[in-house]
């Protein structure tokens, strides 16, 4: 599918020499579209593994069978998210990829933007950082949610834009991943950069909570 979806939305990009040729590195990304964990791995040259939430890899029958090898295919690693101790065993998964010196794509906002606007970041990437010391590196994703917006199953032909930002250096906080305000401090950092280099409208909630308010509206 790769070669069919670079000819059909010719992403374009700008950043490039910001990615490091070797070593861990975690991308912190905007999320406006499904297609943005497929496009991304699309224009590295080395493999880029996602966290995803483990229900897309339990469905049944052909379907599931096809699902769950595209996932599988496009470096998505499954994860509980339902809180808990099932979020410090993803924050360990994700570590496991890092400490192997391989690269991670990360979603601050935990979810997709409900309306293309940027949502406040949750701080467990944060502590991915510190504990880590994989260098960051932003990446916005522009108009993928055009291409493919939620809720649409067939993609749109469309152009894309994939913005590399400069890596982010946080060593000065190191040994201070048990300090929330630290962590708070580093993620707001991150999403500031990623607001800059994406132009996307700042909103300070969390996007899951619009989401939710919003689904309680629906009923």
């Not at 939305?9 to 950043?15: L, N």
């Not at 192997?100 to 990360?106: E, P, S, T």
């Not at 309306?115 to 932003?138: N, W």
Request: aromatic share 8%; proline share 5%.
């Amino acid at each position: 599918m790769g070669p069919l979806l670079m000819t059909v939305c010719r992403p374009w990009i700008v950043g490039r020499e910001n990615i490091p040729a070797k070593g861990a590195v975690l991308f912190a990304g905007n999320h406006l579209s499904f297609i943005d964990s497929v496009f991304l791995p699309l224009v590295l040259d080395r493999r880029v593994s996602f966290l995803a939430k483990s229900d897309y890899f339990r469905g049944t029958g052909l379907k599931g069978w096809i699902v769950r090898q595209f996932f599988i295919g496009t470096g998505m690693i499954p994860i509980d998210r339902s809180g808990g101790k099932a979020s410090e065993d993803s924050l360990n998964t994700g570590l496991a990829v890092l400490a192997q010196g391989q690269q991670l794509g990360i979603y601050p906002e935990g979810t997709r933007s409900p309306d293309g606007r940027m949502y406040r970041g949750r701080t467990g990437i944060a502590r991915m950082v510190l504990e880590s010391g994989a260098v960051v590196v932003p990446v916005a994703m522009i108009d993928t949610d055009k291409v493919m917006p939620t809720g649409t199953r067939i993609p749109r032909p469309r152009r894309i834009g994939i913005v590399f930002g400069e890596p982010l250096d946080f060593s000065r906080f190191h040994g201070l991943e048990g300090d929330r305000f630290v962590l708070r401090s580093i993620t707001d950092e991150i999403m500031y950069e990623l607001n800059r280099i994406s132009g996307q409208e700042y909103v300070d909630v969390y996007a899951s909570s619009v989401k939710d308010k919003l689904a309680a509206r629906a009923r």
